[in-house]
Each structure stands twice: as structure tokens, then as C-alpha cells.
């Protein structure tokens, strides 16, 4: 690896770990599902949003922003979809969802749908493409092989699914589970209406 890839490297996995450190909808998701699920589940949600992760990262070396640009319905439908899919989860968050015990942590119906849910909300917000597509632009060397992509790609999906993953940690931690467990139904409608809002966001500037 040269040194202009090495630094590359360097510098687009310092910057991604910086804006992961921002505490945003996958932070809320991951902590909200640990505290109210099992630890297990709250990783398979940071699995999820790593693979996500991943997914824009991977497009957006397609040039799939340039795509959204010539043809703006079809970045407003992937907005309009992830919208819903935000709004269903602030519902579920208001409708407080039944708690799985870590007993039944390992259900393998279980590990799919909280994966499947961390990935789709990774999915939820295009942005993720021009944000990509501008770090890229500044941080990547032009050209840059293949093998090169792919590895930045990894390195991004991994430091997402680590920081996620100790998120949910964190959040089964003797001393935060005792502060926040008799605050868990306000946490619950608080990240509920929270993605509820952020719904209504995406699609109000997605139309203006």
C-alpha cells in the first residue's frame, strides 16, 4: 500500500469515527433496543446499521449521487420509503413493544428482525450517499484500484458495527441499566416521537 493510500486510510476513518461519535437516529436505536431488549439484540442492530453503513459507501463509489442529481424521484422515493419506515418505527417505539429477555435472545426470528431493522434504518436517509460522495471526493486519492474501495468500505462498516456494539454495551451496564430502567417508558416515547419527527423531516425537505 503506498503511502498516499495508507493516509487515505487514515484520514477517512478518523473522519468517519468522528461523525459516528455524533450521537443521531443509529445511536438511539442501538441504545434504545439494548436497554429495552437484550444486549445481543442491540448488536444485532449495530450489525445491521454497520451493513447499511457499508451499503451507502459502496454506492456511493458507484456514483449513485450522480444518479439522485439527474434524476431527483428517484432519491425522493428512497426518501419517501425511509420516511415510513422511520414513522412505523416511532409508532412501534409508542406502542412500547413487548421486552425479550436475554433467555430468548438467541431466537433466530429475533436476530433477523432487529438486524433487518438496524440495516433499514441505516438505509432510512440518502443523505448517507452525498455524504459519502463528499468525503470521497476530499479524502480518497483519484484513481484509487478497486481493492482499495472495497477495503475503505470495510474499514468504515467496522468502525460503525464496533461503535454501535459498545453502545449496546454500555447500555446493559449494571449502573446505567439501574439509572435508566425506571425511566424506560419516557426514553421509549421520547426516541419514538423522535423518529416520528425526523419522518416528517426527510419528507417536508425532501419536497421543498
Known amino acids: 500500500m503506498t503511502h498516499a493510500l495508507?493516509?487515505?486510510?487514515?484520514?477517512i476513518g478518523f473522519?468517519?469515527?468522528v461523525i459516528v461519535l455524533s450521537p443521531g437516529p443509529n445511536f438511539l436505536l442501538t441504545a434504545n433496543t439494548?436497554?429495552?431488549?437484550?444486549?445481543?439484540?442491540?448488536?444485532m442492530v449495530a450489525s445491521g446499521i454497520a451493513v447499511?453503513?457499508?451499503?451507502?459507501?459502496?454506492?456511493?463509489?458507484l456514483g449513485i449521487s450522480l444518479l439522485f442529481y439527474h434524476f431527483h424521484f428517484i432519491r425522493e422515493l428512497i426518501v419517501v420509503a425511509g420516511a415510513i419506515y422511520l414513522f412505523y418505527l416511532g409508532i412501534s417505539f409508542?406502542?412500547?413493544e413487548k421486552t425479550i429477555y436475554d433467555k430468548n435472545?438467541?431466537?433466530?426470528?429475533?436476530n433477523k428482525r432487529f438486524f433487518l431493522r438496524g440495516y433499514l434504518a441505516a438505509l432510512s436517509n440518502p443523505k448517507a450517499a452525498l455524504f459519502f460522495t463528499s468525503l470521497f471526493s476530499v479524502?480518497?486519492?483519484?484513481?484509487?484500484?478497486?481493492?482499495?474501495?472495497?477495503?475503505?468500505?470495510i474499514e468504515i462498516g467496522l468502525i460503525a458495527f464496533f461503535w454501535y456494539s459498545f453502545?449496546?454495551?454500555?447500555?446493559?451496564?449494571?449502573?446505567?441499566?439501574?439509572?435508566?430502567?425506571?425511566?424506560?417508558?419516557?426514553i421509549q416515547y421520547m426516541v419514538g416521537i423522535f423518529f416520528m419527527i425526523l419522518a416528517l423531516y426527510f419528507i417536508f425537505e425532501a419536497f421543498h
Open 167 to 186: 453502545v449496546s454495551c454500555i447500555m446493559r451496564h449494571n449502573k446505567i441499566q439501574a439509572l435508566l430502567l425506571n425511566k424506560q417508558t419516557i
Open 15 to 17: 473522519m468517519w469515527f
Open 139 to 153: 479524502a480518497m486519492p483519484i484513481p484509487s484500484p478497486m481493492w482499495f474501495k472495497f477495503v475503505i468500505a
Open 6 to 11: 495508507y493516509s487515505s486510510l487514515i484520514t
Open 105 to 110: 435472545a438467541y431466537h433466530s426470528n429475533h
Open 34 to 43: 439494548s436497554l429495552s431488549h437484550s444486549n445481543r439484540m442491540g448488536i
Open 52 to 61: 447499511g453503513t457499508v451499503t451507502w459507501a459502496l454506492l456511493s463509489m
Open 94 to 96: 409508542l406502542k412500547k
